[in-house]
């Protein structure tokens, strides 16, 4: 399904998830993907968070999310999928995979959510952005010619098919190896939601094959 057909989908399902208790109750914490997904991996058990530079929600779990990456254990990935449900979402996906492409994710992550959140610049427009980026030491023309690489923009419509196949309704939501979502709307807190997280890494941990 392409962006245009989704994009008929989005509204009626982001306006479910607003509300909706999921098969395990009214208070279930998380939900078993109804389509599990294949993990990147390997070994590792994988944690995938599914977000939106414009999302303040995204936003507000930035900082303990960022904490709790930082102490995960060695047998655990965290990676970042930029969520795609409307096309108006796509400038952010191509934000996110040109940082990836030049190196600056770590450096720049962060304050793209402090631009659109709290200086409220609009990123979401290009020559703004660019703007933005060169007023941050980026090379203007290396991040234009990454913006419109081949690479940024395949990987930009494959998290278009991602957010499809991990059912994401809303963000943030975080996938533990495949299998679980999660989400602070599910939870009810931050705290709540690592705390959920910590207990399906340890029951993906458990399910996996022991090594010999």
């Known amino acids: 399904m392409n962006v245009r057909k989704w994009l008929g989908l989005a509204g009626v399902l982001v ?24 993990v990147e991996s390997g070994d590792k058990i994988e944690v995938v968070e599914f977000f939106w530079y414009g999302c303040s929600h995204c936003f507000d779990l930035e900082p303990q999310l960022h904490k709790w990456v930082a102490r995960l254990p ?16 796509m400038a952010g996906a191509r934000t996110f995979y040109t940082l990836e492409a030049l190196g600056l994710l770590d450096r720049l ?21 660019l703007d933005w980026m060169a007023g ?8 234009a010619d990454a913006w419109k690489s081949f690479s940024v923009q395949s990987k930009t419509r494959r998290a278009v098919q991602q957010t499809q196949a991990y059912d994401i309704s ?5 996938v533990v190896d495949g299998k679980y979502q999660t989400s602070v709307s599910m939870t009810g807190s931050h705290e709540a ?20």
């Open 136 to 143: 941050k030491g980026v090379d203007r023309a290396k991040y």
């Open 170 to 174: 809303g963000v943030p939501t975080l």
């Open 15 to 38: 306006a479910l998830a607003a509300g909706t208790a999921f098969a395990q109750g009214r208070n279930a914490t998380y939900k078993p993907l109804a389509k599990p997904q294949a």
């Open 74 to 89: 060695k047998d655990v990935e965290f990676r970042r999928i930029p969520a795609v449900p409307t096309e108006r979402w």
């Open 193 to 212: 939601l690592l705390k959920t997280l910590d207990e399906l890494i340890a029951r993906a941990r458990a399910e996996r094959p022991k090594k010999k």
């Open 109 to 129: 992550h962060g304050e793209v959510f402090d631009a659109i959140h709290l200086s409220h610049v609009n990123l979401m427009d290009e020559k703004t952005q």
